[in-house]
Every structure is written in C-alpha cells, then in structure tokens.
T-cell receptor, first 113, second 114 residues
Framework: GDSVTQMEGPVTLSEEAFLTINCTYT??????LFWYVQYPGEGLQLLLK?????DKGSNKGFEATYRKETTSFHLEKGSVQVSDSAVYFC????????????FGKGTRLSVIA | KAGVTQTPRYLIKTRGQQVTLSCSPI?????VSWYQQTPGQGLQFLFE???????NKGNFPGRFSGRQFSNSRSEMNVSTLELGDSALYLC?????????????FGPGTRLTVL
C-alpha cells in the first residue's frame, strides 16, 4: 500500500538556519503530495502542495519539489524563524476512489533564538 | 469563509463511558473525514462521509462510529471508552472527495480517558 516516510525528529535549529525535512513516498500511479504544519495546540494547516512531477509548491518561504525519479518531496526553508517551531507532516493522495490522505509520522522542529 | 470547527475542544471521560464529537465543515464542503492522532501511531484515518453516507472506513473497531447530517455536519461516537482511546481527534473537510480536493482540518478535540 501507499506510504510516506519522513526523517525522524526532533530537529533543533538556530534562528536563520537552513531547514531541510526529508520525505519519501511509495505509491502506485502519480499521487499528489502535501506538507501540513501543526502548531502547538492546533489542528493541521496545509502548508504547500504539488500535484505532478517537477512541480514546486511554495508558501511562507517554504518550498518542496515533487521528484518522481527519487520519489521524494523534501521540505526546505532558507532561513527559519522561532515562529516556525511546529510539527511538519508530509502526506500523499493517490487519487484512487475516495481514499484518505496517507501521512508520515511527523517531524517536530524547534527553532531557538 | 469560516474554517472547520470542532466541538468540544477538550473532553475528559472515564473508561466504559461513551463520547460524541462534532464537526462542522467549511461551507459548501460535502466530504468530512475523521482522523485519530496519537504520539505512538501518528495520524490514522477513521472514516469519511459524503452525502450522509460512509464512503470509506479505516481499521478501527466497531466502537468507533460516525454519521453525517444533511447539512454536512458530522459526528463521531466512541462507545465503551478505553484508556488507549485518549487522543486528538481531527476532522477534515473537502469539497467533494479527499482524494482529489484539498483537505482542510479543524483544531481537533482532545479526548482524555481516565
């Protein structure tokens, strides 16, 4: 079945550091890929998405490129802020029927001033 | 446009009791999905409803059930609560189907079973 694997956290960075959170997937066909973010005490918010190979999703300084050849969708940000501290989830949707999103385990990011 | 709302935000129950959680989707969204989030298992899919019909179900025991009303609002019910049911329960809505339309999540209901 479909699956998503994320790098395990927690990840601790200093403010203005470069961020990469790795995400790889296994799916049949051509899934859509998503990054969701969960701030403390809140639900999940869609951060960015990409629906086909080589698409780049971007939002709030975060970027991720859909790489079919490496089945990856790594999240990057050039300069993190304390306010980026949250849990980040990679997810996929395989477009078959009404199947739900498949999520990775989540990566907790802590940014210190 | 208002987002997905969930009530209550926090619940404390004891083993053996039952609980009902409510979710109001974004206006115009007809698909509602429920997820359970725990530190050990992460996000696990419970079920999805569309037009008052359950279209998809995850691998949870029959103690977990749900329904959807004609206005797309949804409830989930957990009977005979167990300690392991303590979790954050998230509701997500999408326009027609979660496999092709973006899902938008509510803030969740934090259930604690004592």
């Amino acid at each position: 079945g479909d699956s998503v694997t994320q790098m395990e956290g927690p990840v601790t960075l200093s403010e203005e550091a470069f961020l990469t959170i790795n995400c790889t997937y296994t799916a049949t066909g051509y899934p859509s890929l998503f990054w969701y973010v969960q701030y403390p005490g809140e639900g999940l918010q869609l951060l960015l998405k990409a629906t086909k190979a080589d698409d780049k999703g971007s939002n709030k300084g975060f970027e991720a490129t859909y790489r079919k050849e490496t089945t990856s969708f790594h999240l990057e940000k050039g300069s993190v802020q304390v306010s980026d501290s949250a849990v980040y989830f990679c997810a996929l949707s395989d477009h078959s029927g009404n199947t739900p999103l498949v999520f990775g385990k989540g990566t907790r990011l802590s940014v210190i001033a | 446009k208002a987002g997905v709302t969930q009530t209550p935000r926090y619940l404390i129950k004891t083993r053996g009791q039952q609980v009902t959680l409510s979710c109001s989707p974004i206006s115009g969204h007809r698909s509602v999905s429920w997820y359970q989030q725990t530190p050990g298992q992460g996000l696990q899919f419970l079920f999805e409803y569309f037009s008052e019909t359950q279209r998809n179900k995850g691998n949870f025991p029959g103690r977990f059930s749900g329904r959807q009303f004609s206005n797309s609002r949804s409830e989930m019910n957990v009977s005979t609560l167990e300690l392991g049911d303590s979790a954050l329960y998230l509701c997500a809505s999408s326009f027609l189907t979660p496999s092709t339309d973006t899902q938008y999540f509510g803030p969740g209901t934090r259930l604690t079973v004592l």
